[in-house]
């Protein structure tokens, strides 16, 4: 048995945290969430030596232990709660060495929470850059705690952290803020209501509390005013007094080449970037980029994926003795599996673009840009960061959506995130898309199928910002709005993170996605292959007698195919669809659409998957690929003999696809942020709401 | 006891430093301009801005402006960031 730390990695935003983090655990880590909280959480594993391994607990980022936003928060309460099972053995805080005096801030308020601290200077090469150079002992001495220069980037320097990490004969607590200058009688009954020895801790925790926190914050508050203390002046005063230790610190330490800041690339980069007219022609370039390379880039591994499935089918069916289980595995559970799975190259792809944006700086610069358009919509530039990574899956964003400190802005971009064409929608639009134009068909240079596909993502945005629009009319505001954001200096990508990233989000979409399609699968084609008894059993009497019919004007498949049909009609689901569907003919749906509206309850992009089950179960033909089934679709007939989906059934289909909340994940992660079940209901009813009404006015319009 | 300490630091923090510089508000700064933070008005925006490392007696630049003309980025100290016009309005800077 290994002996363990438990090592909390520490920083401001854009220091380094998560390049670091990979550097030091790889792919030996797992994601969860924080106890009581959607807050993820990152922990790796890293082999220190023989007998120790670090486990090591990536904090979000964050400015100061003062939490001004819900992902603060977190940080703050790893760190504040000895008794909690994660709190660190010591802290690795990472300083973005280009810009010291700012992220020492926060260093030396972890440290005064009674946690030993070790310094990882980063990013030395982009200061040296500008000129400023810093003198390792000295600081170490300055600040009483082990100081290493790294480079996360390049892995430069780990071995280095590995080594402070195992000898503890480093690891010092220290304390920099003089708390003996507030009243101790204070302090004293402070230290009572929140039982915490350590005065500092304890104030602090105060202070959070009467902001934060039910519970004590009477109490507390009742304590502030009974010594005239006011937490806000505290604050300032604690910060300004941090600075001059830290302004001390700095100075001994830095040793600067030029006087003047040399221009870098970032300010020539950004004169173009946020340039009035460059900036929004270079992002809307950028948007219009991706979409064509989503269905340019992913057209060779969906062809893989899908002979991949038709191998796997036709190997089991083989292999497998007819019967039940052939054909639930068949037609069931692989043809559902594959109607999905078919997509994650287009979800990689999108997901790498983001990442990728993210990685070099570029979505703060967005957010810069796009402030003053998303305001009067009650959002701020910080929600075109939700906003854009809902065109990959609104669960993160909803989440990323912590960053937003005003409570209003926040929630409005909750409610709307989920407009945004996320890519459980990708799978339904290609499908619909598919069916609407051929594949070949170019406008000029352009992909015609990635120019609608623009189109949808539009549709949403536009959607998004129109309900925004009207949520601010009803939404109460909570304090002030404000937008401050740090605008990184550009980087290249790190390859590395970004394997990582991808690697993560794609399993979580394969597994996550996976166990909901193999349950709804199989439900689906349980409900699609029985049915109540009697009706069943006379239509394979009525079948076998046709069979034996002398009089056989028809073959024998097309006699399978009739009767399958027939037995969907009849069956469970068949039943659920005709009985939903007097609600969905005003917006051209038939039976087997509402069956499709039903499964997509868990997630949309199931549609595809019960498509091709309804179809393979209906039709009882062997290729399940996408083709095929787009074909079986497009050859359905209504009543009165004309093609089922027409342009005005598809276009509706896209439409209500695009606005209705059909996510319970989505819900679930609504539900936990806004602590409420009145915001998860109110998006359902809304989102639905408007798809229904936009999808009767679409199908009017067009049939 | 407290409180004294406090108001001891907060008239050391709003009394301007002796010089002849130009008073105005980070929202005039005009580009190429360089200048000093003087103070910054309203509590909560204070402490929001100290901890982003916008202090009194820092050196701040302008050196982009958004599309539509607001928010703006600056350049405080060694590090860049942005906000709005609205709450620059709030900070005092004298003009280099």
Redesign the interface.
Known sequence: MKQEITVALAGNPNSGKTSLFNALTGLNHKVSNFPGTTVEKKIGYSNLNAETRAQIIDLPGT??L?P?SADELVTYDILRNKAETNFPDLVLFIADA?????NL?LLTQVADLGVPVILALNMVDLAER?G?FYELDILAKELGIPVVSINARNKEGISKIKNLLLDESKHKKVTYFNIN???QN?LNEIGEITDKKNPYAALQYAINASVYLNNKAKQINAAFEK????P??????E??QR?KVIDEAVRLSRRQKTNH?IKNI??KA??IL????W??VIFLSLLFLVFQAIFSWSAYPMDWVEMGFAWLNATIEKSLPDGVLNDLLVHGVVAGLSGVIIFLPQIIILFAFIAVLEDVGYMARVG??M???MRPFGMN?KSIVPLISGMACAVPSIMASRSIENKKERLITILVTPLMSCSARLPVYTLLIGMLVPESAKWGPFNVHGVVLMAMYLLGFIAALASAAVFKLFVKSKG?A????????YKLPVWNNLLITLYEKGSAFVVGAGKIIVAVSVILWAFASFGPRGNMRAIDEKYAILATSVDATMSSEELAAQKSAERLQASYAGEFGRWIEPAIKPIGFDWKMGIALLTSLAAREVFVGTMSTIYSVGGGAEGEDLNSIKQKMLAEKNEKGEPLYSVATILSLMVFYAFAMQCMSTLSIVKSETQSWKWPIVQFIYMTALAYVSSLIVFNIFS | MSSIIFSFFRNNLNSPKINTNKRVKLSELKFKQLATVAAVHGEELSLKLFEMGLLPGEEVELENIAPFGDPIAIRVGEYKMCLRLSDANCIDINVK
């Not at chain 1, 280009?98 to 700012?102: D, E, M, V």
């Not at chain 1, 806000?232 to 005063?237: A, I, R, S, V, Y």
Request: avoid cysteine; hydrophobic fraction near 40%; glycine fraction near 4%.
């Open positions: 400015y100061s003062y001004k280009s810009n010291l005096k700012r801030l500008k400023i200058q507030v009243d204070l010594y005239n203390f006011n806000k002046q505290f604050q300032e005063l910060i300004l600075y800041v970032t300010q950004d004169v946020t340039h009035r007219i900036g929004l810069f840009i402030d003053r358009i530039g002030t404000y937008f401050m954001m740090e605008l990184p200096s």
